[in-house]
């Protein structure tokens, strides 16, 4: 049924994510499709932001990003899902949109964030992606 599943995942909140991750595995597994993990880093890049930070500092950080992202994936995808683990900077709407669309990707497996009031019912990233993606978008609560 889908060829390509991406699954967006705030590292910060990966036990929100737990039901969204076991979906979008077994649609992965259903499917025999290959299974995207994307994580978005914080956007060192911009330039009020890179100000304050050195770049060896940058990418060290970013390289640490990238080595909680793949401890997550060892640790909670099986082995048999083809998976491809992705580290983004920037804003997660616009990123996780931007590789949907370079993965060609025919869903999305988003967990809905709860943190704050004006986002108590979808979240500001999920809601995003809804409203943009060209795809199939699963928000799972």
Do not use: W
């Amino acid at each position: 049924m889908y060829k390509s599943i991406l699954f967006p995942v705030d590292l910060e909140h990966t036990a929100e994510a737990e039901k969204a991750l076991k979906l979008a595995i077994d649609e992965a597994r259903r499917s025999k499709a290959k299974l995207t993990i994307l994580t978005a880093a914080p956007g060192f890049g911009m330039p009020i932001v890179a100000s304050y930070f050195e770049e060896h500092a940058v990418t060290e950080a970013l390289k640490e990003v990238a080595r909680h992202l793949k401890r997550y994936v060892d640790d909670n995808v099986p082995a048999d899902i083809d998976s491809n683990a992705v580290v983004v900077e920037g804003h997660p709407g616009e990123l996780i949109l931007k590789q949907a669309k370079q993965d060609g990707a025919d869903l999305i497996v988003i967990p809905a964030q709860h943190s704050k009031i004006e986002n108590m019912f979808l979240g500001s990233v999920a809601a995003q992606v809804v409203r943009h993606a060209t795809c199939t978008v699963t928000v799972v609560k």
